[in-house]
């Protein structure tokens, strides 16, 4: 009989050292080894061994065929009956899938997997909710707080793995929802609840299980401080989706995204909104972010961003104040913007425009709770900062997309006839635009502009062009 062996293993990334080390050898991150005992092969509580039966399999062996013979009939998206749910899903989910749908704590996974549980219920289709967090009480509250009360849906409040395999082949569902899977253990595994064995084994075995009976799985995931899935990366690779739920915990808005998807695009972006009925759909973003805009105030400016294929309007917000330090140590403050791009733009303006920012404070914002990061708001982003410094509004119906490059030229972006005519949706006239862009749709009016100087020239922000 062997020896109970001890390992060190890291959280994040699954790598194995035989001693315990503050850094992890394969990551490089601080702090995340964590001790696993592990069991010798066949041995049991007692030391005794035990043989570990083989479940039997549920489907037969597969044959090779010739791949256009292939049935993909059964394996068609079923609607969850939540729309933004359905739009990054490409459909529905698919029997025999697992997803992986990870956030933050408290921004609302467990509300969303309910009402699309309760919706599918309600189209007929068996479906099980495994509360492997709360107890039964407390799913219940929230069920009724949505109206999510289903005979077809059913709740199982359970962490061990072989009563969560017995109650799926009693219950039979069409669809079944683990929340979590760090919380999730097997008790023939020596190590604890939430390590990298307990999390990668459960796992595959819900997989498996998936597989067999073409069952459609959605597993809850926790996340590190970073916003990266906790957890071995194999959790990842398993799974056929992988699912982005984020959001500021002080702002109502919701944004559903795919990183990983098998069965369609990762593209697609869900919005939802958080109420007091649960996460309702945004089918019209543009108009939520653009609801209480302020027009005539310097330092605004309306940028139209594309998310996956999914056009969006925000509005951006800069302020250049006077630094209060007696040290030249300028604060530069971003916030749903990217910080690198904000001094790169910053240091763009100094050099082009002659713009003195060296003694200033400027704060960037993305109103709204979204996040702006891809190149395309460098225009609108950097108007802005010129409007609050030279303290002249931008014109109201006025809308900014462009790439900057070092030089201060304008570069195109992609697919800017579909973010100006979802400007022209919303009622904007006027686009400032890098010169090679297309003609745009009908209803809006392009300023074309080779550098960013031109740009704040055409908009008449600086108060005399020989500056």
């Known amino acids: 009989m062997g020896r109970v062996r001890t390992t060190y293993r890291c959280f994040e990334c699954g790598a194995e050292a035989a001693k315990w080390a503050g850094r992890c050898p394969g990551c490089g991150n601080w702090n995340t080894l964590h001790e696993e005992i592990e069991a010798p092969p066949g041995a049991g509580d007692h030391g005794a061994p035990r043989a570990r039966a083989r479940p039997p399999r549920l489907t037969p062996a597969a044959s090779a065929m010739p791949i256009g013979e292939v049935d993909v009939a059964a394996w068609m998206p079923r609607p969850t009956g939540v729309p933004e749910l359905d739009r990054v899903l490409g459909g529905g989910l698919v029997p025999g899938s697992v997803?992986?749908?990870?956030?933050?704590?408290?921004?609302?996974?467990?509300?969303?997997?309910?009402?699309?549980?309760?919706?599918?219920?309600?189209?007929?289709?068996?479906?099980?909710?495994?509360?492997?967090?709360?107890?039964?009480?407390?799913?219940?509250?929230?069920?009724?707080?949505?109206?999510?009360?289903?005979?077809?849906?059913?709740?199982?409040?359970?962490?061990?793995?072989?009563?969560?395999?017995?109650?799926?082949?009693?219950?039979?569902?069409?669809?079944?929802?683990?929340?979590?899977?760090?919380?999730?253990?097997?008790?023939?595994?020596?190590s604890a609840p939430g390590t990298v064995t307990q999390v990668r084994e459960c796992t595959h075995r819900l997989v498996r299980v998936a597989k067999e009976r073409d069952l459609a799985v959605v597993v809850v995931g926790h996340v590190t401080k970073d916003g990266g899935l906790a957890g071995p990366r194999v959790l990842e690779h398993v799974v056929d989706t992988v699912l982005s739920f984020e959001g500021e915990r002080h702002h109502a808005l919701r944004l559903l995204r795919a990183t990983k998807h098998r069965f369609g695009s990762t593209n697609e972006l869900g919005l939802f909104e958080m109420t007091g009925r649960g996460l309702q759909g945004v089918p019209d973003?543009?108009?939520?972010?653009?609801?209480?805009?302020?027009?005539?105030?310097?330092?605004?400016?309306?940028?139209?961003?594309?998310e996956g294929q999914r056009p969006l309007l925000v509005e951006l917000q800069a302020l250049v104040a006077t630094t209060s330090s007696t040290i030249p140590n300028p604060r530069r403050s971003a916030q749903g913007v990217d910080g690198g791009r904000l001094a790169l733009l910053l240091a763009v303006l100094e050099r082009e425009l002659h713009l003195k920012l060296a003694n200033t404070d400027v704060y960037a914002l993305a109103v709204g709770g979204v996040r702006v990061v891809e190149p395309g708001a460098d225009l609108g982003l950097a108007l802005a900062v010129a409007s609050s410094a030279y303290n002249r509004p931008l014109p109201d119906q006025l809308v900014a997309c462009g790439e900057i490059g070092l030089g201060g030229e304008l570069r195109l972006v992609g697919q800017t006839p579909r973010r100006l005519a979802e400007a022209a949706r919303l009622g904007f006239t006027t686009a400032v635009v890098p010169a090679s862009a297309p003609d745009p749709p009908p209803g809006v009016r392009v300023l074309r502009a080779a550098t960013l100087a031109e740009a704040i020239d055409l908009v008449g922000l600086r108060p005399n062009l020989s500056q």
Do not use: N, Y
């Open 285 to 306: 973003a543009g108009a939520l972010f653009l609801a209480d805009r302020r027009p005539g105030i310097p330092g605004s400016v309306v940028v139209p961003t594309l």
């Open 99 to 190: 997803t992986l749908i990870g956030g933050e704590p408290g921004i609302g996974k467990s509300t969303l997997l309910l009402q699309a549980l309760a919706a599918m219920a309600a189209s007929a289709q068996r479906c099980l909710l495994v509360s492997a967090e709360e107890s039964a009480q407390q799913v219940r509250i929230r069920a009724e707080r949505l109206d999510a009360l289903h005979p077809r849906l059913w709740l199982l409040a359970e962490t061990e793995l072989p009563a969560i395999l017995t109650a799926l082949h009693e219950v039979g569902p069409a669809v079944a929802v683990v929340d979590s899977i760090q919380t999730v253990f097997d008790p023939e595994l020596a």
